[in-house]
Nanobody
Framework: VQLQASGGGLVQAGGSLRLSCAASGRTFRTRAMGWFRQTPGKERDFVAVIKWSGGSTYYADSVKGRFTISRDNANSMVYLQMNSLKPDDTAVYYC???????????????????WGQGTQVTVSS
C-alpha cells in the first residue's frame, strides 16, 4: 500500500486547509485510514481516523469541531478538512493505513503499518 499526502501549506490563524491522501496498491489491506501529526522532538500524535467500511470517524479532542475527515472509497482517497486553524496545529501531517478497526487501537500509531511521506502545515498567528 502506497500513500501520498498533499495539501499542506502556510495559512493564517483562523484559516482553512484541506489535506488529501491518495492510496494505491493493495488498499484492501487497510480497514481504516488515519491522520497523525508531528512536531520536532515530539511523538506522532493522533488527529483523526475513518473506517473504509461504514465511514465511522473518531477525532482527537484538540481538533473536534474544527477538523473533518472523509473518504472517497471509489478513488481510494481520504481527506482532512481543517478549519479554524490555530498556531498549535502547526506540524507535519501524515496519513496512515491500519488493518484494525478496534477503537482503542485506532488512536495509536503502533497499529498503522502504512504511512505517507507527510505534508507540512504551518499556521501563523
Amino acid at each position: 500500500v502506497q500513500l501520498q499526502a498533499s495539501g499542506g501549506g502556510l495559512v493564517q490563524a483562523g484559516g482553512s486547509l484541506r489535506l488529501s491522501c491518495a492510496a494505491s496498491g493493495r488498499t484492501f489491506r487497510t480497514r481504516a485510514m488515519g491522520w497523525f501529526r508531528q512536531t520536532p522532538g515530539k511523538e506522532r500524535d493522533f488527529v483523526a481516523v475513518i473506517k473504509w467500511s461504514g465511514g465511522s470517524t473518531y477525532y482527537a479532542d484538540s481538533v473536534k469541531g474544527r477538523f473533518t475527515i472523509s473518504r472517497d472509497n471509489a478513488n481510494s482517497m481520504v481527506y482532512l478538512q481543517m478549519n479554524s486553524l490555530k498556531p498549535d496545529d502547526t506540524a507535519v501531517y501524515y496519513c496512515a493505513g491500519s488493518d484494525t478497526v478496534i477503537h482503542s487501537e485506532l488512536h495509536s500509531s503502533r497499529f498503522y503499518h502504512y504511512w505517507g511521506q507527510g505534508t507540512q502545515v504551518t499556521v501563523s498567528s
